[in-house]
């Protein structure tokens, strides 16, 4: 008999090939601990609100209200709901072809890519196109359609930074297309060599693969690194020379811990320096609701904006769009309300101001408290989480674990991020779930427990690696 079409053995085969770290071994080994009754902290996720975080008020009243209309009717609305959330809940309920039930238009409602446009205007300084900025269910569904859309097979090479976030390696597989990997200088900050592009684009063209597009994460998952103007202008220039579509992954835009290096979106840069590169470098800019101090990740919204990109080309993108009918329209009303929030003089500003800052200090102090954490270990460096929502430290294995790990059959990083997770209950992502480099070891924590948890989980994780490496060390 021939198999059937869903038997393991005849699946498509880029299906079997793709890897997705962030929830593989090391999240089923604790979902299984967890069943059996052991404590987990889930560190393994970027997934704010799962490790306690609150939402925003004001973006939960105007969504309540679009979800249920029927309260807007109400005589005592007004006494549970401030004026301005049912202001913009009506608002955007007038932009829906009736109501959160219905479909949108396939690239998300227009009056919201307005919104969108609007923000990227004040951001940058320089206008944005409505027609140029398609919602998503999630920046993740914009980068799968950008990618599916600029691979065309094995031989198509995509640009991507080592240690990387996985959606980037997943994606290109699912989509028949080679990675070709740039390293990131850990000694540097993570930060980024155009030398080493040279060299990878090279290496790839070497093997017949034409390389097509660049990604940047930043700020970087799982590095944290943000990157200058200077190396902006770097990329930039690079893309131009070797005629590279270039990706800019920015959703941690709003999560920033230091102030020398402030966000500057990539689009800024490319307009600030003029024609021709202006002009003619082709950018495609990510952005989501999932991160920043909204952390609304069940919300699934997200944009990308496109920047020289040929109107045909456009077409396209929107045609392949409009199979999947209308991104979610809740998580499109979260978008606009995160690129448009109340306003100086708004009912509700003070208090969205007063909620945002103190989700935005806290993420900066658990920052540095799990950064020098980690660089109080043995064996253990770690780099400032500059921005993003991770801590990328480097684990420097002893030999007899790396032989440990051997006869176990576990990659050296997995064994030590399943030794941890078993004696601490710490759930993390080993750093070769990112790619690194050979005979590097790290693992990837989010900066996301509870601030007054932070303490105890940095001296818990102390006890066991210091107690490790005792254990492993000649
Ligand atoms: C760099 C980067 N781009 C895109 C996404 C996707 O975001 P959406 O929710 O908008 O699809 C993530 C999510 N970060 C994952 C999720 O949690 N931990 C991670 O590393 C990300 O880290």
């Known amino acids: 008999m021939s198999p059937k079409a869903l038997d393991y053995d005849s699946l498509n085969e880029n299906v079997k090939k793709v890897q997705y770290a962030v929830r593989g071994e090391l999240y089923l080994r604790?979902?299984?601990?967890?069943?059996?009754?052991?404590?987990?902290?889930?560190?393994?996720?970027?997934?704010?609100?799962?490790?306690?975080?609150?939402?925003?008020?004001?973006?939960?009243?105007?969504v309540a209200l679009c979800q249920a209309p029927f309260f807007l009717d109400d005589p005592n609305v007004g006494l549970?709901?401030?004026?301005?959330?049912?202001?913009?809940?009506?608002?955007?309920?007038?932009?829906?072809?009736?109501?959160?039930?219905?479909?949108?238009?396939?690239?998300?409602?227009?009056?919201?890519?307005?919104?969108?446009?609007?923000?990227?205007?004040?951001?940058?300084?320089?206008?944005?196109?409505?027609?140029?900025?398609?919602?998503?269910?999630?920046?993740s569904k914009g980068v799968m359609q950008?990618?599916?859309?600029?691979?065309?097979g094995q031989q198509d090479g995509i640009l991507v930074p080592v240690p990387q976030y996985p959606l980037y390696s997943a994606?290109?597989?699912?989509?028949?297309?080679?990675?070709?990997?740039?390293?990131?200088?850990?000694?540097?900050?993570?930060?980024?060599d155009v030398h080493n592009l040279r060299e990878s684009v090279a290496q790839a063209r070497s093997k017949g693969i034409t390389v097509r597009a660049m990604v940047i994460i930043n700020p970087g998952n799982p590095t944290g690194q943000c990157l200058s103007v200077a190396n902006l202008k770097e990329i930039l220039r690079f893309c131009y020379q070797e005629n590279l579509v270039l990706l800019g992954d920015e959703v941690y835009q709003q999560n920033i811990y230091q102030d020398e290096r402030p966000f500057i979106s990539a689009r800024k840069v490319l307009l600030d320096m003029g024609p021709p590169i202006s002009k003619e470098l082709q950018l495609v800019s990510f952005h989501t609701v999932s991160k920043g101090y909204w952390g609304e990740c069940g919300q699934r919204g997200g944009y990308f904006e496109m920047t020289n990109i040929p109107p045909q080309t456009v077409d396209e993108i929107y045609k392949v769009a409009?199979?999947?009918?209308?991104?979610?329209?809740?998580?499109?009303?979260?978008?606009?309300?995160?690129?448009?929030?109340?306003?100086?003089?708004?009912?509700?500003?003070e208090q969205f101001v007063r909620e945002s800052k103190g989700i935005l200090e806290s993420l900066r102090k658990r920052a540095r408290i799990m950064t020098d954490g980690f660089n109080s270990c043995r064996n253990v460096v770690c780099n400032f989480t500059e921005g993003a929502m991770y801590s990328f430290p480097q684990i420097r294995l002893p030999p007899k674990a790396i032989e440990a790990a051997k006869r176990a059959g576990k990659v050296p990083d997995v064994f030590y991020c399943l030794k941890l997770l078993e004696a601490t209950g710490i759930s993390t992502v080993p750093g070769s779930g990112f790619g690194q480099k050979d005979g590097v070891f790290h693992l990837r924590t989010t900066i996301l427990p509870a601030e007054e948890d932070m303490p105890a989980i940095m001296a818990s994780f102390k006890k066991f690696n210091d107690e490790f490496m005792e254990q492993y060390e000649d």
């Open 171 to 192: 994606a290109i597989s699912l989509f028949g297309g080679s990675l070709v990997p740039y390293y990131l200088e850990e000694t540097a900050n993570w930060g980024l």
């Open 322 to 349: 409009s199979i999947s009918l209308s991104p979610n329209v809740p998580g499109q009303i979260f978008l606009g309300l995160m690129v448009n929030p109340p306003k100086p003089g708004d009912i509700s500003y």
């Open 80 to 139: 549970i709901f401030p004026a301005d959330a049912i202001a913009r809940a009506k608002h955007y309920l007038s932009l829906t072809s009736g109501g959160l039930g219905a479909y949108s238009d396939s690239r998300g409602l227009p009056g919201i890519r307005k919104e969108v446009a609007e923000f990227i205007e004040r951001r940058d300084g320089y206008p944005s196109d409505p027609e140029l900025i398609f919602l998503t269910d999630g920046a």
């Open 146 to 152: 950008i990618l599916n859309t600029v691979i065309r």
């Open 30 to 62: 604790a979902s299984e601990l967890q069943k059996e009754g052991k404590k987990i902290i889930f560190t393994n996720v970027g997934n704010p609100h799962a490790l306690g975080q609150r939402p925003l008020t004001f973006p939960r009243q105007v």
